[in-house]
């Protein structure tokens, strides 16, 4: 009971204070060894070491990346070739959405949110409708791959998925297509929104790649979570390892070659408080579950919801949209797996069905609320810093057009493709 009573104040101090919910976490995993509720052992293998060495070597690989100025020059270089500002605002939220696969969606919506914001203030046009899409769109592909974001590492993990099966999955067409067919129908609405955006695009001071080789280790990495599966068919090691390992060649490269900025400053800036938070997560839902209180939801759920595998689905989408728009969806995402395991366990539903709807659910609805995700309150910190106010209500209006857009045809589509 202390171990749930403990996760339960974890919790809500994440929804109240969600700027400091690392320290928290920390104070919640401190609370559970003293009372010992969890050994130090235990927690330390609770923690999922593979997720946390692709998270944190694509962080590293990440910050490199940004700083040889590779997607700054692309965004100018779309933008000086398109016509209108709307087809270079389609085009800066098309490159934001594939950066967005492979590096966080925090570092993405700081770099290209400059080049939008630019292009705004240009020709006299309020950059919030714009700078809102570009953090929504980069949730969203996010969402799309392995590497994308933490709560796909997570999943990943979980399932025993490899780089590939976000594409093809068991025969069948993955989460990544599941996303675009959502992104197909978000991208019509961007086309809606800003139908009057007809002037032509100026032009903007073009930056200079400073080096192509953290381009290069992104694609060893793409093609090495590809092609690795058959080394580590547990996916227990691998997937950590060799992003960790290409990221301290990326930092031997850095300090021995360009030298950009200290080596320690791009270890300082990393994103050290997802990284503590993470850790104790995995540390807090292991203490609940290992006292049996996952089982003990998972029963109540099967009792109390309809057995129809439709209205289990719907009630997961639903549920998750909601308490992500308002709650970081890594804690949920980590309580609600082992749920939803021991769900298919004690019926003959399918688990593949059932997690891609918890998973599409969780990572959809962050976009709803400007809370609901880093990369929105990012976009919207970047705007008033600039002078733009964002109030609660536009940024939800928006919000709710681009997740209903989103999520009610991936929600068909995976039905009709898992179901």
């Keep these: 009971m202390i171990s749930l009573v403990i996760f339960v104040a974890c919790y809500i101090s994440f929804v109240l ?17 003293i009372l010992q509720q969890i050994g130090l052992l235990a927690a330390f293998h609770e923690i999922h070491w593979n997720v946390m060495g692709l998270f944190m070597g694509t962080l590293i690989l990440a910050e490199l990346f940004l700083y040889s100025r590779v997607p700054a020059v692309f965004a100018e270089w779309l933008v000086d070739r398109s016509k209108t500002v709307r087809s270079a605002l389609i085009s800066i939220f098309l490159l934001s959405s594939i950066i967005s696969m492979f590096v966080e969606n925090v570092a993405v919506v700081l770099l290209i949110a400059p ?5 705004c203030e240009k020709l006299k046009i309020s950059p919030v409708k714009p700078l809102i899409l570009l953090a929504m769109f ?7 791959t392995l590497i994308g974001d933490p709560p796909s590492m997570i999943l990943g993990t979980y399932m025993k998925m490899t780089f590939g099966d976000f594409f093809v999955y068991l025969g069948k067409p993955g989460i990544f297509f599941i996303v675009q067919v959502g992104a197909f129908f978000t991208l019509w609405l961007a086309f809606y929104l800003f139908r009057n955006f007809k002037q032509p695009a100026e032009l903007i001071k073009l930056e200079k790649v400073k080096s192509w080789i953290p381009s290069l280790l992104l694609v060893i990495l793409i093609v090495g979570l590809s092609i690795g599966s058959p080394f580590d068919p547990d996916s227990s090691w691998m997937v950590g390892s060799f992003s960790m390992g290409l990221a301290i060649i990326g930092l031997i490269w850095h300090h021995l070659g360009p030298k950009w900025v200290f080596t320690e400053q791009i270890l300082k800036t990393l994103d ?12 807090l839902v292991g203490a609940v579950r290992l006292e049996g209180w996952m089982d ?10 309809p057995p129809n595998l439709l209205m289990v689905y719907f009630f997961l989408i639903f549920i998750s949209l909601i308490i992500s728009a308002f709650v970081d969806n890594v804690p949920y995402l980590l309580a609600m797996i082992p749920v939803v ?7 003959d539903f399918s688990l593949s069905l059932l997690m891609f709807a918890l998973f599409i659910g969780t990572c959809l609805g ?19 810093k600039n002078g733009y106010s964002v109030t609660f209500s536009t940024y939800t209006y928006y919000g709710l057009l681009f997740t209903g857009m989103a999520i009610i045809p991936a929600t068909i589509t995976l039905w009709v493709l898992w179901s």
């Design 272 to 283: 050290w408080k997802t990284t503590f938070f993470l850790m104790a997560l995995f540390i």
């Design 341 to 347: 395991q021991q769900v298919a366990d004690n019926t």
């Design 366 to 384: 962050g976009n709803i609320t400007p809370v609901g995700a880093s990369a929105n309150i990012v976009a919207v910190s970047f705007l008033e």
């Design 296 to 305: 003990a939801l998972a029963k109540w759920i099967v009792s109390h919801v």
């Design 115 to 119: 080049v939008a914001l630019a292009l």
């Design 138 to 144: 980069s949730n969203l592909q996010g969402t799309a």
């Design 17 to 33: 204070v969600p700027q400091h919910k690392a320290m928290f976490s920390l104070i919640g995993v401190a609370a559970l060894i």
